[in-house]
């Protein structure tokens, strides 16, 4: 039971504690361009930990995602 408690605290509490932290320490704009890389991120990890394959559209649909957030951020950036 402590080890489950364990590592649910390590694998979605505390990510989201330093997500918080860095929320408040970083200018919107660079938070949302990581923001934004999650997703990549995510897939990569799977890709070279666990083994996992992605089909083509999905990583499309990834950089779709991940452009179409990247461009949002530098658009309100560009308007200050």
Do not use: D, H
């Not at 364990?6 to 918080?20: E, G």
């Not at 320490?25 to 949302?32: E, I, S």
């Not at 990890?45 to 083994?51: H, T």
């Amino acid at each position: 039971l402590a080890l489950g408690f364990a590592i649910a605290v390590l694998s979605s509490a505390f990510p989201f504690f330093l997500q918080m932290l860095a929320l408040r320490q970083l200018p919107q704009r660079v938070y949302g361009l990581l923001a934004s890389a999650v997703p990549a991120t995510g897939a990569l990890m799977g890709f070279l930990v666990l083994g996992e394959a992605l089909e083509v559209r999905q990583w499309l649909g990834i950089l779709l995602v991940v452009c179409a957030s990247a461009g949002s951020t530098l658009a309100i950036a560009r308007q200050r």
